[in-house]
Structure formats: structure tokens, C-alpha cells
């Protein structure tokens, strides 16, 4: 149950990082100069005021953080159209590896917090064979992994004529999340 909560607040993070990266992309095209991130407070509002995500920032992040950089390296091989944005004492790194798109969060110490990474529809074979033999009549649409203090959990949107099926894997076990009529 712990470990469920520490992984919605890690979603709920990178949502809000989400909106505000939108919204410094918005403010930054000149359409609007000031803008409320909800009509309440939250912890978020403090992401307004730091380094917009750029274009592609990889030398600046190189040249600024290089153990950071070395770690994303060792990690997942290939960094490229790397962004970033520095809140607090930490740091939202969105990049391209290889094969998906990865959206991480490290302290500044370099310490990292949670990573999302996008699989699209890539699974490994074992967690395909998992997921056809309990849902033979759905197919993959979506997938990401969500790592969180060395807890691993694959998230699987799965559709068929009728539906969308949300499920997570964790140790191998699918547990069911939610079901959403198309």
C-alpha cells in the first residue's frame, strides 16, 4: 500500500510538471505573459519560476551536471533531445533513448526519485505470455514502466472491440486497475 502511494504521488508530480512545462511553452511563445497554474495553491506553483524547458538542453545539462549526465548514460546507453528543469533540489529531465521516451526526476545530489518510462507497445516476451494468457481477447495499446525507489511497476492499457483495460504488473502479478468503455 505504500509503495502504491509513493507511485501516485510520483504520477501526480509528473502531471503537474506536465501542465507547467505546457504553460512555459505557452508563456514563452508570448501568448500569455502571466498565468495561474489552478485557482488554488500547490506545491507545483513554486515549478513556475525555474529554468523553462528548452528546445534540446543536452550540452547545458552535460556542461552542468556531468556526473547527472554520466548516470543517464550508464542507465539507458543513448540520451538524445534531452530538457530539463530544475525545481527545488530537484530535477525533471525529459529524453529519447533508443527505443522510448523517459520522463525522470533526480535530487540535485544526484540521487534519483522516480522515471517513467513510455514503452509504447514494446514488452518483454514474459510479460507479453503474462498478459495473453489472462486477457486473450485484448490486445496492447499502451505501455510505460514506473520506477520508484527500486520498485518497478509496468502500467498496460489494453483494448479490445469494446474496451480500454487498465492493469499494472508488479512481481509478475497482474492487478487490475480500472476498465473504461470505448
Request: charged fraction near 20%.
Amino acid at each position: 500500500m505504500n509503495n502504491i502511494l509513493k507511485i501516485s504521488i510520483t504520477l501526480w508530480m509528473i502531471l503537474i510538471a506536465g501542465k507547467v512545462i505546457a504553460q512555459q511553452q505557452l508563456a514563452s511563445s508570448n501568448q500569455h505573459r502571466t498565468m495561474k497554474l489552478n485557482q488554488y495553491d500547490s506545491p507545483a506553483n513554486d515549478l513556475m519560476h525555474t529554468t523553462p524547458l528548452r528546445e534540446d538542453s543536452t550540452e547545458s545539462f552535460r556542461k552542468n551536471y556531468p556526473s547527472l549526465y554520466q548516470k543517464l548514460l550508464f542507465a539507458y546507453n543513448k540520451v538524445e533531445g534531452l530538457r530539463y528543469s530544475v525545481f527545488g533540489n530537484s530535477i525533471y529531465i525529459q529524453f529519447n533513448n533508443e527505443k522510448n521516451s523517459i520522463n525522470t526526476v533526480y535530487s540535485l545530489k544526484g540521487k534519483q526519485q522516480y522515471t517513467i518510462i513510455n514503452l509504447a507497445h514494446s514488452l518483454s516476451k514474459d510479460d507479453s505470455i503474462l498478459i495473453r494468457s489472462s486477457y486473450p481477447d485484448y490486445t496492447v495499446f499502451y505501455s510505460k514502466e514506473i520506477l520508484c525507489e527500486n520498485n518497478s511497476i509496468l502500467q498496460v492499457v489494453l483494448e479490445n472491440k469494446n474496451t480500454y483495460k487498465i492493469i499494472n504488473i508488479n512481481n509478475r502479478e497482474i492487478i487490475p486497475v480500472k476498465d473504461i468503455n470505448k
